[in-house]
């Protein structure tokens, strides 16, 4: 109560505001958690920045328990679900601490219920009805679903501008397509009027698509052409690749039959004078037995055959020992004794 009254009386006697200061803004997503900032995260003065902050029935002041800092200094405050009051007046103090003087952020006060940013819607369902209609459903992450309205916009391949609808529920009936064209659609919410009072819009919930081939992927591309591209013509080609090769092996089995390699004759004999140094027995595997079998074991003596010619008045003489056989010349003649 004390540091409640010296915030209040001390706010005349601080002087000018913090200079680049633009106020204290405070924001409560999808009542989960709450941020209040100030200044300008890019050229923030370097101060030491405090936030203090109470409700109006509630006058006891808190300091900021959880900073949020950029390049070292104080830019914002985290605030947990259980820290947020709506309904309830709620008042900041924040000063900025420069040496020995402080200045003060301008503030005001703040009613939570009017500051509240819901999620954007999930599940977007588009379902064909009769009579080419569609009726698009979707889901709201916000608690309270009674406190939300949703906008939905669309439109076509052939349109450049969207169309927007205001809608209470999580339906929305599209009252006429063109099969021809692929439409696209997307939905955001904000608390309604019995909730509060603000203007403060969700986030565009991630689109959904329909068209003439009725499914799209996430990037609005038919999903047959995408099969196309990303699967048929990969394995296409694959196949046609792999065909490719067999045809190639196939053509150099039957190049080989028609044009066969004439052999080299001087590779055959290589072996023969290189390794077995002509020895054509060993060359050619003969057993060692079987040439020994053909290697003769007896020895023939020389015989010498000798012949002398007769003396005059004497018959030749011949070796007896000598082998008779067939004379190569005329027998000598003998000569007539006696005058024959």
Request: a neutral charge.
């Amino acid at each position: 109560m004390i540091l409640a009254v010296l915030l209040l009386c001390g706010l005349g006697q601080l002087g000018t505001a913090a200079p680049g200061s633009q106020g204290v803004k405070c924001v409560v997503f999808n009542d989960e958690y709450m941020t209040c900032m100030w200044g300008n995260q890019e050229d923030q003065p370097a101060a030491n920045y405090s936030l203090y902050y109470w409700y109006q029935h509630q006058p006891a002041v808190t300091e900021c328990q959880r900073y949020l800092q950029h390049n070292g200094i104080n830019t914002g405050c985290w605030f947990s679900h259980s820290e947020i009051k709506l309904f309830q007046t709620f008042r900041v103090h924040v000063n900025a601490s420069h040496g020995s003087r402080t200045q003060v952020i301008p503030t005001y006060d703040m009613k939570l219920q009017d500051l509240v940013k819901p999620d954007p819607p999930v599940n977007l369902t588009l379902q064909n009805m009769s009579n080419h209609q569609l009726q698009l459903s979707w889901h709201t992450p916000y608690p309270r679903q009674q406190c939300v309205e949703h906008a939905v916009r669309y439109r076509s391949n052939k349109d450049t501008d969207w169309t927007v609808h205001g809608v209470n529920g999580q339906l929305f009936s599209f009252p006429s397509v063109d099969e021809e064209k692929k439409y696209t659609f997307q939905v955001r919410s904000k608390i309604n009027q019995y909730c509060g009072s603000t203007q403060l819009w969700s986030e565009w919930s991630v689109p959904v698509y329909w068209g003439n081939t009725m499914a799209h992927n996430s990037t609005g591309e038919p999903l047959p052409r995408y099969w196309v591209r990303t699967v048929l013509i990969p394995v296409v080609s694959g196949v046609v690749l792999l065909v490719l090769v067999v045809m190639l092996v196939r053509m150099e089995r039957v190049w080989v039959v028609f044009m066969p390699q004439v052999p080299n004759p001087s590779k055959t004999f290589d072996e023969l004078f290189n390794t077995h140094k002509g020895n054509f027995q060993e060359w050619a595997g003969v057993p060692k037995d079987m040439v020994e079998s053909f290697t003769p074991n007896y020895s023939e003596s020389i015989c010498h055959v000798s012949e002398l010619l007769p003396k005059e008045g004497q018959e030749p003489v011949t070796d007896s020992w000598a082998p008779l056989g067939p004379r190569s010349g005329p027998l000598p003649l003998k000569k007539d004794i006696g005058g024959l």
